[in-house]
């Protein structure tokens, strides 16, 4: 009697080989992934800033430095670009101090449960806006009307003032509440922002340079 020949495609033994390999390569494949990701989420030290080494998530001390955002060709979208230092509510902080402050605001944040109506880092909610890079929001710039409005000399000041006061301000349809947030609490929340605004986020949230191009040629602030 002949033997039949038997297809690759319908081996048992086939399938079984080819189902630990590729188990084996998934396994190896996370492994390599997860220790990438932690080198890459891993934040930076007050050393990398001061050496201009690019870190996606910058050390507490950023908020020294001044923060901007431009377009990245390569990548095709936008990145943040830390520049000199500049004051931040009048004085440079220490390692320590920032790291201190920047744990009040995340604190405050969580506290004051900002992502019921926000969104920080793609969390939260989109009742109210965005708050990934809203210290770049050119609407706190030195040209833009909150500085003006709150009577503040700074960006950071203004930014403390309206997170106390929200209900003087009257900036969107939907208005703040009142949330009882402190002096204290306030600078730590607004070093909170800043920081976040130095993270490397892909581009996220995106749209937001042409929110930034639209305020510049004298368009409303749809966010």
Not at 7 to 35: K, Y
Not at 64 to 83: L, Q
Not at 189 to 217: E, Y
């Amino acid at each position: 009697m002949a033997k039949k020949n038997v297809s690759v495609w319908t081996s048992i033994p086939f399938w079984r080989r080819s189902a630990a390999w590729v188990t084996g390569f998934a396994v190896m494949l996370l492994i390599w992934l997860s220790f990438d990701t932690l080198g890459q989420i891993s934040m930076g030290t007050d050393e990398d800033l001061k050496a201009g080494t690019t870190k996606r998530v910058p050390a507490p001390t950023v908020i020294n430095y001044n923060i901007d955002y431009k377009m990245d060709k390569k990548r095709g979208s936008e990145v943040p670009v830390i520049g000199a230092k500049e004051p931040f509510f009048g004085k440079e902080w220490s390692v320590e101090e920032a790291a201190d402050l920047l744990h009040l605001g995340k604190l405050t944040s969580q506290a004051k449960n900002c992502m019921n109506c926000h969104t920080l880092l793609g969390n939260g909610a989109y009742f109210a806006p965005d708050l990934t890079k809203s210290w770049l929001d050119p609407m706190w710039s030195a040209t833009g009307p909150m500085q003006a409005m709150t009577g503040k000399p700074t960006k950071e000041e203004a930014m403390a003032e309206f997170l106390i006061n929200p209900s003087q301000y009257p900036t969107h349809a939907r208005m703040m509440p009142n949330l009882g947030i402190t002096a204290e609490e306030a600078v730590g929340l607004v070093a909170f922002l800043k920081h976040m605004s130095s993270i490397d986020t892909n581009g996220f949230p995106r749209n937001f340079s042409k929110t930034v191009d639209q305020f510049k040629v004298g368009g409303t602030n749809a966010r």
